[in-house]
Every structure is written in C-alpha cells, then in structure tokens.
C-alpha cells in the first residue's frame, strides 16, 4: 500500500491538508476538539513546536522535511488506531492552562472550564473560598484551574486512581503549584482529611456500564475507570450527594458534571433542588447545589 503524502511545507497549507485527511476519516471527535480543523491543527502545531496564540502568524511558518514526516505518522496513527490527538501530542488545554495527558487519564474537556474561569459567580462570593476538593481530578486539570482562580484556596485533588495521581502531580509540579495543590488517594469521600468545603467540584464517572462498550473507538484509549458508573451511570452521583452535607461548607457549593445522564439524575432525585447550568462556550449536563 503507497504511503499517504506529505503534507505541503508551509503551516497553514500542512493544516487544510491534514483536516481533510481526518475528514475523510470520519473519526469522533470530544477529546479537547469538535471538528478536523481544530485536530488537524493541534496535530500540526505540536510537530512544529508551534504555540497556539502564536497563530496566524504561524501559518507562514514552513515545515522542515523531518516535520512534515513526523505529521505523516501522527495522522497515520490518528486514523488507523483512532488515538485522541492529545495521547498523541501529550499535552491538551483546560481553562486556558495547558496540561500534559497520556492515558491514564480521560483528556479534559469539562464545561466546567467556564465555570471556573469565572470563579464560580454568582454563585459564590469568590474572596470567601479557602479550601475546594476537586473528586475524581485524574489529570488534574479542574484542581489546577481551581488553584489559579483562587489564589487564597488550598486544593485537594482526589483520584481512586494511583497512575492518574501521577500525572496530576507532575501537571501540579508543571504550574508550580505544590504548595497548594495536594493529590491524594481517595474514592470520593473516603480518604480525605477532616474539614468541610467551599467548593466540591466533580466530574465524575458517569457512563453506564452497558454504554461503555457502544462508545466510539476514541473513548477506549481512555481508562474505563474514569468512564463506567454502573448500570444507570449514576453510582459516583449517588455516593457524591449521600456525603455532601457532611463535607460541604456552610454557604458552599457543589458542582457536578453528569453528561447525557442529567434526564436521570433528575427523574432519580425529582425533590432535589439542582440547578442545571448554561454555558456560553457549549456542553452541558452539570448541575449546581447550595449547601442551603
């Protein structure tokens, strides 16, 4: 079988190439992008050693010929073996903060990136908050974002997980955030230190069993740990909101992200007042609890 071409040298023309190839593709997109265009310059950007806010003036830039190989074999592996593009780069964005990523966790892409990058208002008083948990980091990535907009707060980063742990710490050591970020080995609640909580924030497992396997080939380079929540996907839900009275902060919040399962956290808790959260930037399925 002839090897696919090599993209064309300069940046903008390697990015048009390569969105077309993913196009044809048809690959599921979810991990960091929604389109080929933003992958295929993820992808390009990456070998050139290239910045995004470099952009446009990126685009003139010209690819060497050990670069334009290297891209060849990314895109190879993008199709053929359907790996998410930030496994494949190493490093993806959250909140405005990049993170590093390999699969031992799920690449970040919460809706609750929004949320934090505007501390929270108005649903907290932003001068109030101390201490946050962030349940389930993996990466790491909410904690981090936390840390930065709440320069005053100390940030649990909880994970049943240990391989998930280290790469939260080695993002937390990236941000020099040590002092105030500490990743610790918990399943929810159970291994945290005593104390209550401004802010609980989680996005947890939320797939139902049954679903996991029904997910494009994309979703199985990620850990199913980080995906499955039992039968109905609500399992981590249920044990979050058994224990928020007991860790949250009076006048706190709890933020919880649930996905496609929002119609079922609803129908299984119809007296619970959640509040479900719009977003300017797109996603869904997060809901907002007062300690009230």
């Known amino acids: 079988m002839t090897a696919p071409r090599l993209a064309p040298a300069r940046v903008g023309d390697a990015i048009a190439h390569t969105a077309r190839r993913l196009a044809r593709a048809e690959l599921a997109y ?12 993820a992808l ?3 070998v050139c050693g290239l910045r995004h806010e470099e952009a446009p003036a990126a685009y003139e830039v010209t690819l060497d010929l050990s670069q334009r190989r290297a891209l ?3 895109v190879q592996r993008r199709i053929d073996e359907r790996v998410p593009s930030a496994y494949l780069t190493g490093v993806t964005w959250f909140a405005g903060h990049e993170m590093r990523v390999d699969s031992r966790v799920l690449v970040p892409r919460s809706a609750i990136a929004e949320l934090i990058a505007a501390r929270f208002a108005p649903f907290i008083a ?21 840390a930065h907009a709440f320069p005053a707060a100390t940030v649990d980063a909880a994970d049943i997980s240990p391989g998930a742990l280290d790469v939260a710490r080695d993002n937390i050591a990236q941000h020099g955030l040590e002092e105030r970020v500490r990743p610790m080995l ?4 159970d291994g945290l230190p005593a104390g209550r909580y401004d802010i609980i924030v989680s ?5 139902p069993t049954a679903d996991v396997e029904a997910l494009p080939a994309e979703y199985h380079h990620e850990p199913a740990l980080g995906l499955d929540s039992g039968p109905d996907g609500l399992d981590h839900v249920r044990r979050i909101l058994a224990g928020m009275h007991e860790w949250l902060a009076p ?6 992200e649930v996905g496609n399962t929002d119609e079922a956290v609803a129908r299984a808790w119809p007296d619970m007042p959640f509040l479900w ?5 797109g996603g869904g399925g997060v809901f907002l609890l007062r300690m009230e």
């Open 30 to 41: 979810g991990h960091g992008t929604d389109n080929p265009y933003d992958e295929a310059a």
């Open 277 to 281: 959260l719009d977003f300017e930037h």
């Open 203 to 207: 996005n947890p497992p939320y797939v």
């Open 126 to 146: 932003a001068d109030r908050v101390r201490r946050i948990v962030d349940i389930g980091t993996g990466s790491g990535c909410i904690a981090i974002a936390c």
């Open 44 to 46: 390009v950007f990456h």
């Open 72 to 74: 060849r074999r990314l």
């Open 186 to 189: 918990a399943d929810v609640y």
């Open 251 to 256: 006048g706190g919040i709890l933020v919880v």
